[in-house]
């Protein structure tokens, strides 16, 4: 079910912008990958910045998880006030010791973070016109042959106006991310106050 925000869809730019660009957001599972978890988990994802070295995993700049219980991580932004959404992105790797491409991104969004709308699977609407780029498959005696690719999973989207948007990142193993951008136009400024924490100490939140 689709729902409107309550208020004018009246765009403050005609022209896209990166909309999350130093927004805050929230990460369910915490992020578990010891050698990217650090103090700057809260803010990786959206800083403009990309991790430079070919390996991202190991460096903080990079937000990672192992899976366990969860077949999915959650990143749940808010972009502080309603807008209209056209496209978005995901940086991850794979192609060494092991790390493969996210089985699936489920795109969400929603005015109150009470109700959601479902918006596909990022992967499947990819319009890039290629394929995720093939990755050799891992041998510990011989992983030295095999290389990481870093790669923009994107894709136009159609959302109605909203605040807050979720990608639910899907993977049997392992899921690094060092930048997530959502690109559209913001709209009049909503008079409701920034969101409240996320009950639990599962939850990662940036301010």
């Known amino acids: 079910m689709l729902l409107a925000c309550s208020m004018a869809a009246c765009p403050l730019n005609a022209e896209p912008v990166n909309l999350s660009q130093h927004k805050s957001y ?6 578990n990958y010891s050698l990217t978890t650090g103090t700057t988990d809260a803010t990786d994802l959206t800083d403009g910045k990309l991790c430079e070295a070919a390996d991202i995993w190991w460096h903080q700049e990079t937000v990672g998880w192992k899976l366990r219980d969860s077949v999915a991580a959650y990143i749940d932004i808010d972009l ?6 056209n496209r978005i992105r995901f940086h991850t790797t794979a192609g060494k010791a092991g790390i493969v491409w996210p089985s699936a991104i489920y795109l969400y969004s929603s005015c109150d973070r009470k109700q959601w709308s479902f918006h596909g699977d990022l992967l499947a609407l990819a319009v890039t016109g290629e394929n995720l780029p093939e990755t050799i498959s891992w041998d510990a005696e011989e992983d030295g042959r095999s290389q ?9 989207v159609t959302m109605p106006p909203s605040r807050y948007v979720m990608l ?40």
């Open 148 to 156: 990481s690719i870093k790669h923009w999973i994107e894709s136009d």
């Open 80 to 85: 502080e006030t309603v807008c209209n959404i």
């Open 26 to 31: 929230r990460l369910f599972p915490a992020p």
């Open 168 to 207: 639910a990142v899907c993977s049997d193993s392992l899921i690094f991310c060092d930048e997530v951008e959502v690109w559209g136009t913001p709209l009049q400024e909503p008079t409701g106050q920034r969101a409240t924490d996320l009950e639990g100490d599962k939850a990662v939140q940036s301010h």
